[in-house]
């Protein structure tokens, strides 16, 4: 009795100092991670949440939906038009237009950010990515991303949305892709034409089922491919402006609030916005997730590994670990010393890693809220600024000035 007894411990504690050494069986390999972004042009959050109200729009209701912000923070070398150019160019990047540059609509502008795209097929050449867009002007602007090969499958639906639904729906369930951005453009044409209208209304409803279309492509897929696990993303690159909702660009608060619609469950930065911003405009807005976290959220999905020394993304992750939040980086009159401050969940004496343009420059823990660099006093240029908490970095740009403001 007392042997059996013996033995049977023996065998559970062997057991479980496995389960501890190895990951559990069912850990999906980061090899089989995929992602889908579908993009919804310029379908307000608000009309949004009347559709879900009303039934018209089941597909995006089955996920879980946030409210998020665009355009940057008012007065910063981050504010940005709430136009598409600059905000798909946000989404698939990580960063605002002090990075990326694309500051209008204009074909002819390109991407100077390291996008999504690129960073992913750097970490992993042989793996697949796809841009399919209705407003082609996106696909211009990552024109370099095509040339270079950081897109396998650029492809130009010219405002025929049912083309994007064909194309991704063949991709999704013939190909082999592994990271796929799909743009559907009516809300904002509707918008344009009609503003706040029934016809507005109905635009939120088509595109609802043309993504509920290719959900369903993926639900075909998910099935012939069971290993696979997919993050599934939905958002809009703009508000619209009140009343009317015809136009956008400026910075109200209409205008810069959007959404993400995810099909898995957020971190805090997601789900727990932070209350008391230190920057309150737009009634408190800016303690929302951004446009800017899609990026670092999808990287980090597919098991892309941040390099602290090159790290230049403006969001943090959505899913996971939650780094430093709403770092602001400033520097003192008169070319002064620049400080740093964030907020940090919970304080538990987690280290926390200053870097400036990839130099580790000082080591604190999350109880630390802020650090003054005297270094840089007196000097002229652009310097990246990355705080990193539980590995998960942040950065932020910022232009020196040597002379009094
Ligand atoms: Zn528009």
Same mark, same amino acid.
């Given at each position: 009795?007392?042997?059996?007894? &013996?033995? @049977?411990?023996?065998? &559970?504690?062997?057991?479980?100092?496995?389960? #501890?050494?190895?990951?559990?069986?069912?850990?999906?390999?980061?090899? /089989?991670?995929?992602?889908?972004?579908?993009?919804?042009?310029?379908? !307000?959050?608000?009309?949004? !949440?009347?559709?879900?109200?009303?039934?018209?729009?089941?597909?995006?209701?089955?996920?879980?939906?946030?409210?998020?912000?665009?355009?940057?923070?008012?007065?910063?070398?981050?504010?940005?038009?709430?136009?598409?150019?600059?905000?798909?160019?946000?989404? @698939?990047?990580?960063?605002?237009?002090?990075?990326?540059?694309?500051?209008?609509?204009?074909?002819?502008?390109?991407?100077?950010?390291?996008?999504?795209?690129?960073?992913?097929?750097?970490?992993?050449?042989?793996?697949?990515?796809?841009?399919?867009?209705?407003?082609?002007?996106?696909?211009?602007?990552?024109?370099?991303?095509?040339?270079?090969?950081?897109?396998?499958?650029?492809?130009?639906?010219?405002?025929?949305?049912? &083309?994007?639904?064909?194309?991704?729906?063949?991709?999704?369930?013939?190909? !082999?892709?592994?990271?796929?951005?799909?743009?559907?453009?009516?809300?904002?044409?509707?918008?344009?034409?009609?503003?706040? /209208?029934?016809?507005?209304?109905?635009?939120?409803?088509?595109?609802?089922?043309?993504?509920?279309?290719?959900?369903?492509?993926?639900?075909?897929?998910?099935?012939?491919?069971?290993?696979?696990?997919?993050?599934?993303?939905?958002?809009?690159?703009?508000?619209?402006?009140?009343?009317?909702?015809?136009?956008?660009?400026?910075?109200?608060?209409?205008?810069? /609030?959007?959404?993400?619609?995810?099909?898995?469950?957020?971190?805090?930065?997601?789900?727990?916005?932070?209350?008391?911003?230190?920057?309150?405009?737009?009634?408190?807005?800016?303690?929302?997730?951004?446009?800017?976290?899609?990026?670092?959220?999808?990287?980090?999905?597919?098991?892309?590994?941040?390099?602290?020394?090159?790290?230049?993304?403006?969001?943090?992750?959505?899913?996971?670990?939650?780094?430093?939040?709403?770092?602001?980086?400033?520097?003192?009159?008169?070319?002064? !010393?620049?400080?740093?401050?964030?907020?940090?969940?919970?304080?538990?004496?987690?280290?926390?890693?200053?870097?400036?343009?990839?130099?580790?420059?000082?080591?604190?823990?999350?109880?630390?809220?802020?650090?003054?660099?005297?270094?840089?006093?007196?000097?002229?240029?652009?310097?990246?600024?990355?705080?990193?908490?539980?590995?998960?970095?942040?950065?932020?740009?910022?232009? #020196?000035?040597?002379?009094?403001?």
């Amino acid at each position: 009795m007392n042997l059996l007894k &013996c033995a @049977l411990i023996t065998a &559970c504690l062997s057991l479980s100092l496995t389960a #501890l050494a190895s990951p559990p069986a069912d850990t999906p390999s980061l090899k /089989t991670r995929k992602a889908l972004l579908i993009g919804v042009d310029g379908m !307000q959050y608000q009309k949004l !949440q009347k559709a879900i109200q009303q039934g018209k729009a089941p597909n995006i209701a089955r996920l879980h939906l946030y409210k998020s912000y665009t355009g940057g923070v008012l007065g910063s070398s981050t504010q940005q038009p709430t136009v598409s150019g600059p905000g798909w160019t946000t989404i @698939l990047t990580g960063s605002w237009v002090d990075r990326h540059q694309v500051n209008a609509n204009d074909e002819t502008l390109r991407n100077q950010a390291p996008s999504l795209f690129k960073q992913f097929k750097l970490a992993f050449p042989e793996r697949k990515t796809a841009s399919i867009v209705s407003w082609n002007v996106i696909n211009e602007n990552f024109a370099e991303d095509i040339t270079q090969g950081y897109i396998d499958l650029p492809i130009k639906c010219s405002g025929v949305d049912p &083309c994007v639904v064909d194309k991704v729906s063949h991709e999704l369930e013939s190909g !082999q892709p592994d990271l796929l951005f799909a743009h559907f453009d009516e809300p904002d044409i509707t918008g344009h034409r009609l503003g706040f /209208t029934p016809q507005y209304q109905e635009a939120i409803h088509t595109v609802d089922a043309q993504v509920g279309q290719i959900l369903q492509a993926l639900q075909h897929r998910e099935k012939a491919h069971p290993e696979e696990d997919w993050l599934v993303i939905v958002l809009p690159d703009h508000g619209r402006h009140l009343p009317e909702g015809k136009d956008h660009g400026e910075q109200t608060l209409s205008e810069k /609030t959007t959404f993400i619609a995810m099909n898995k469950t957020g971190n805090a930065q997601l789900s727990a916005p932070v209350g008391n911003p230190p920057n309150q405009d737009f009634k408190g807005l800016y303690g929302f997730a951004s446009q800017a976290d899609i990026s670092p959220t999808v990287l980090a999905w597919l098991g892309v590994k941040p390099d602290l020394t090159r790290y230049a993304m403006d969001g943090l992750r959505l899913i996971g670990p939650v780094g430093v939040r709403q770092l602001t980086v400033q520097q003192q009159p008169e070319g002064g !010393q620049i400080s740093l401050s964030w907020r940090t969940d919970k304080p538990s004496g987690k280290p926390v890693q200053v870097y400036r343009d990839g130099q580790l420059i000082a080591s604190l823990t999350d109880h630390d809220h802020s650090y003054i660099d005297k270094d840089v006093q007196g000097q002229n240029g652009v310097v990246n600024y990355t705080v990193v908490l539980h590995q998960v970095p942040v950065s932020r740009l910022i232009t #020196l000035s040597s002379k009094a403001p």
